[in-house]
């Protein structure tokens, strides 16, 4: 088996998430043993957790209708706006040594490469093996992800979020989603919380999707997404103990993909 590389290039959010799924198929059908993917989002959409009730985190009704996607993960964690952002998928069978181990262990390995291509592009970064949440606990209904730090995410060395991951296992495969940000976008997602949300509550989130937030290109103005897709592909071949041989994701559009998609736009 081999480890490879998928750079699907920006897709909706429908399509992104049929996709990883897939992956996830191929993974437990050992066609590879370790997957990594980087792509974008168009149009600009929310991602909510795998196990989220969405009337509770937004409305979606609005969203939808000034042009914006939605789609479910099958990772964990809290809603998500993606526009300005390279995310990545990790797919890998969960006795894989990258990624094998207890949840906070598996955090751990995947933000090794992630943190060694940071600093090789000239970004300084950070990680805490504790979880640091801003405002309303872990599980508190419209609280998106960014207002929280979790273990092992990368951040900048004054406590700013950088990057928002998240995992989930299923049938002996293991899924990594991540965002990174370029561009501080998630301050939009206040624009379309339930309209039963208090004022006060988004004043806080307000605050914290603000203040609690880094971007690449703050932190580096002229930094372009392939300059991060490169270094990634780079970090995580060592991690994967195989250079990740970049694969074509036209092949992949089958009928079984397209049923995902499906499934994937129905499970809202």
């Keep these: 088996m081999k480890a ?8 909706d959010g429908i399509w992104n998430m049929a996709f990883d799924r897939y992956l996830m198929e191929l993974v437990g059908e050992n066609r590879w043993d ?10 600009a959409c929310v991602s909510i957790g795998k196990l989220q009730n969405t009337q509770r985190e937004i409305d979606s009704d609005s969203l939808i209708a000034d042009g914006y996607g939605l789609v479910r993960r099958p990772t964990g964690g809290r809603a998500v706006w993606h526009e300005t952002e390279l995310t990545y998928s990790i797919v890998a069978q969960i006795d894989h ?11 751990k390995k995947t933000a090794a490469p992630m943190i060694k291509a940071m600093n090789s592009l000239g970004i300084m970064v ?6 640091k949440h801003r405002t309303g606990g872990p599980r508190t209904a419209s609280n998106p992800c960014f207002t929280s730090h979790g273990k092992w995410e990368v951040g900048t060395p004054d406590g700013r979020k950088l990057v928002g991951s998240a995992q989930a296992r299923s049938r002996g495969v293991f899924l ?11 301050l939009k ?19 914290h999707l603000t203040e609690g ?11 372009e997404i392939r300059d991060m897709e490169s270094a990634l592909h780079a970090s995580f071949s060592d991690f994967a103990g195989h250079t990740l041989e970049y694969m074509p994701h036209e092949e992949l559009e089958t009928e079984r993909f397209f049923q995902l998609e499906l499934e994937c736009g129905n499970a809202i």
């Design 176 to 186: 990594e989603h991540g965002s990174i940000l370029f561009e501080n976008d998630q």
């Design 97 to 107: 040594p990258a990624v094998s181990g207890s949840i906070s262990e598996a955090l």
């Design 4 to 11: 490879v590389h998928f750079a699907t290039g920006k897709h």
């Design 34 to 43: 370790f997957v990594f993917r980087t792509y974008g989002w168009y149009p």
């Design 213 to 223: 937030i880094a971007s690449i290109h703050e932190l580096d103005p002229d930094l």
């Design 126 to 131: 950070s990680v805490s093996p504790t979880e």
């Design 189 to 207: 997602i206040l624009d379309y919380l339930p309209e039963d949300t208090p004022p006060g509550l988004k004043k806080i989130l307000s605050k």
